[in-house]
């Protein structure tokens, strides 16, 4: 007996191949919607429109009546059933109003996706492009692995009517969450920990040119390196990354002189790190990164002459971002991190620095060089874990310190690195600075200007302090914890 495939499908691209393969080489008979019969025979495609279909089959439909895909019809004439639906934030972004996300829900689709799954001992349920061809000799086994994905598909709209819904009603009371696996990793962050991958509706786009596998590690420290970046995506600058961790961050007139100072911050942390940049890598950069041992480097873009160099490095990862870093910036992504004692889910950082808030709360007054530098640790800092001390010049870090269980131990700890490089520097910490210790220690290193959040009990006596030693500071009004 001949099979039988009903179609009715949002996104038609790819499916004229596989309608022409399907009627063709496996003898299926098509019956499709309305839409996508038109689709079907503008490729003449042979296909039966679905109410020819009805009546043909005397299912007893009368003619005034708008066509339901029952239970009883799926079960009964199709042995597969290829679906797939608009999401209904589409609808919204078209106009930018709720009501077209709600009026458009497409119930048809999802009530026949639902049936054809739940009969997926007889019925081949395909809901993805990607599953064209690979379902057309589907097992049972593979079959129910087909309906899984329909009912999730399903479940995934549910959730983003809710999440709308919900929105609507100001209602932040649930928080629902859809998440694909990509493939699981070859670990966690350790050996022995299982680590896998999994893709969401805002992710980037970005690639692997040398077609490396990326670590669960990598991309860590990968969202790192470009989250620095982005704050100085306009210009020429490097971040070098280890274990999480911003170990040199600068600014240069080339792109090859940002990197030079940021890996001559921590020369020896920048060994197996991860580098980023905000614009293409050229082959100055590439020839540096190529003679020592680095684990990635993500950018823009790769000129040709550094691809060539790359090209027998069998250690570096190279990504390339697809993504504009601007882009990045505005990407809204929350974070979530799950506990034994509940979800936590907060908005990213994406703190700027306030005019109205920013405030030079000394008699000394910076130069606008000291507050370029100011800005440049404040941004930097702000990626650090706490609690973290940044201390620059001229748009390079000259130290970096961070994980400290306290500020004190911070501010004295980055000053021991800078050593003599502290020199009118700028120190920008992440947290406020809680006793006048942290203003000697400055004092001692020749800081020439302070930034911090303030809001200390101590506010004043830390200012009396800078005043009577001649160092200018800035609060900032914002916190920048990062655990």
């Known amino acids: 007996m001949k099979k039988r495939a009903f179609i009715s499908v949002y996104d038609n691209s790819e499916l004229a191949d596989f309608a022409k393969n399907l009627t063709e080489k496996f003898e299926y008979e098509i019956v499709a919607d309305d839409e996508t ?103 049972e086994n593979a079959r129910l692995k087909l309906a899984a994905k329909a009912y999730n598909m399903t479940a995934v709209y549910d959730r983003i009517i809710a999440d709308g819904l919900l929105g609507e009603a100001g209602d932040n009371n649930f928080k629902n969450f859809s998440l694909e696996k990509l493939k699981d990793m070859k670990c966690g962050e350790n050996p022995h920990q299982k680590g896998s991958i999994y893709k969401f509706s805002k992710m980037i786009d970005y690639e692997v040119l040398n077609n490396r596998e990326l670590s669960f590690n990598n991309i860590l420290n990968v969202t790192v390196a470009t989250n620095i970046v982005s704050e100085f995506y306009d210009v020429n600058s490097v971040a070098i990354i280890r274990h999480t961790k911003p170990c040199g961050v600068a600014l240069g007139r080339s792109l090859y002189e940002a990197y030079t100072k940021a890996f001559d911050c921590d020369p020896v942390s920048s060994f197996y790190g991860t580098v980023g940049f905000s614009k293409p890598v050229n082959k100055e950069a590439a020839l540096h990164i190529n003679s020592m041992s680095v684990e990635a480097v993500v950018a823009p873009g790769y000129d040709e002459e550094a691809l060539e160099l790359f090209k027998d490095n069998t250690e570096i990862k190279l990504i390339k971002l697809n993504t504009s870093l601007k882009d990045y910036r ?154």
């Not at 296909?47 to 005034?64: A, G, K, R, T």
């Not at 001229?394 to 502290?422: P, R």
């Open 37 to 139: 019969y038109k689709f079907l025979k503008d490729f003449a495609i042979d296909c039966v429109n679905i109410n020819q279909f009805i009546n043909n089959s005397d299912l007893l439909v009368h003619e005034s009546d708008s066509f339901d895909m029952t239970e009883d019809i799926i079960a009964k004439f199709f042995d597969m059933v290829v679906i797939n639906i608009c999401q209904p934030y589409k609808n919204m972004s078209e106009t930018g109003v709720f009501s077209d996300m709600i009026s458009k829900i497409d119930i048809r689709r999802c009530l026949i996706a639902r049936v054809a799954a739940k009969y997926y001992k007889k019925i081949t349920v395909i809901t993805e492009k990607s599953d064209y061809f690979t379902a057309l000799n589907a097992n």
């Open 330 to 483: 505005r990407l809204t992504v929350e974070e979530v991190i799950m506990t034994p004692f509940g979800v936590l889910v907060q908005d990213k950082n994406s703190s700027e620095l306030d005019k109205n808030l920013f405030k030079v709360v000394t008699k000394k007054q910076p130069t606008t060089e000291q507050i370029e530098d100011a800005v440049f640790a404040w941004k930097v800092v702000k990626h650090a874990k706490t609690n973290a001390v940044v201390i620059a010049k001229d748009f390079k870090s000259v130290a970096i310190t961070q994980g400290q269980t306290n500020v004190i131990c911070a501010v004295e700890a980055a000053l021991d690195y800078a050593c003599d490089d502290s020199k009118d520097a700028v120190l920008a910490s992440d947290a406020l600075l809680p006793a006048e210790d942290c203003i000697y220690s400055a004092v001692q290193g020749r800081i020439s200007l302070i930034i911090q959040p303030g809001g200390s009990l101590k506010d004043q006596q830390l200012i009396d302090v800078c005043n009577k030693y001649d160092i200018a500071m800035i609060t900032t009004g914002i916190r920048n914890y990062r655990y």
